[in-house]
């Protein structure tokens, strides 16, 4: 049995640090928007007990991959449950990944791979975890992990595992990678990004909007990502997504858009940028194969 399963990514539409916990990790708050543009994961059982990932990325070890972590850390989580882990097929498997979403983009694509990962590994073990079993499993993997598994675009608090389902008004995004990778940590450990950013309601971010405060930073770090913002800035508000490196701008129309896209991929060659044009959806394509 073969299950093939995209991995969707996600726009930061704000990014507000509201502090930091005694452990490092940051509390934010932030809105998460789910677009039609994705990686696809295909899962294989095998006769053995491996856990095979092909093609391998480059510069990022097999340990290190999401999606390996996520395999495992589900697996071992169904061992430790000796009420249930005699009755289990954790049967080998063959994942084979294409990869679309840039990576060090600020779109959550190891992220969503991982989520993605709990999602169909859960179905092809039968190990009927619930969401929550696997939202917990996640956020160790990455805190913004369970909104990919919960599949609903979302208001986010806390790191990011706070979450609230949020219908958005459907929009179009152009958005640029520009060409460099923008490292997360690095981000979060500078002195210069400013933590105490006052806490807001739903409703006054819909009434007023929000920034990114790690926006600044970037740019002043990498002026791969400056370049792009003061271009896109040009024709439309243009916004950094997480910890970068993706600049994006809302349309409420495809057609302009791709207008846009036109223009931005003149650019394009010579600056290394990569660009597109992705739908804002409210949920993920996931959620569609399961409720059939």
């Given at each position: ?28 708050q932030t809105l998460f928007q789910l677009i039609d543009y994705s990686d696809t994961l295909h899962f294989s059982r095998r006769e053995d ?244």
């Amino acid at each position: 049995m073969t299950l093939s399963l995209p991995a969707p990514a996600k726009l930061n539409l704000f990014l507000h640090i509201t502090g930091r916990r005694a452990d490092g990790y940051h509390e934010l708050q932030t809105l998460f928007q789910l677009i039609d543009y994705s990686d696809t994961l295909h899962f294989s059982r095998r006769e053995d007990a491996t856990i095979a990932l092909t093609p391998a990325i480059a510069g990022v070890a097999y340990d290190d991959n999401l999606i390996i972590k996520a395999a495992l850390a589900l697996k071992n989580y169904m061992l430790s449950k000796p009420a249930t882990s005699n009755k289990l097929d954790l049967s080998g498997i063959d994942i084979q990944l294409e990869k679309k979403l840039p990576i060090g983009g600020g779109l959550g694509g190891g992220s969503s791979n991982a989520a993605t990962t709990l999602v169909a590994l859960n179905h092809l073990w039968k190990a009927g975890l619930n969401n929550k079993e696997l939202c917990d499993i996640g956020v160790g993997l990455g805190a913004d992990v369970p909104v990919f598994i919960n599949g609903y675009s979302a208001w986010a608090e806390g790191i990011g595992e706070k979450l609230q389902p949020i219908e958005l008004t459907q929009q179009w995004y152009l958005i640029i990678k520009p060409n460099c990778h923008v490292s997360t940590v690095d981000v979060f450990s500078r002195e210069e990004l400013t933590r105490d950013t006052l806490a807001i309601k739903v409703a006054l971010f819909f009434e007023q909007g929000g920034k990114n405060d790690c926006q600044n930073v970037v740019c002043q770090a990498y002026p791969e990502v400056k370049k792009a913002i003061d271009w896109l800035s040009k024709f439309s508000d243009a916004k950094l997504t997480g910890t970068g490196a993706c600049v994006f701008a809302a349309f409420s129309n495809e057609n302009d858009a791709k207008a846009l896209l036109e223009k931005a991929s003149m650019l394009a060659k010579d600056n290394g940028w990569i660009c597109f044009v992705a739908r804002g959806i409210n949920q993920s394509p996931i959620m569609s194969f399961f409720n059939k």
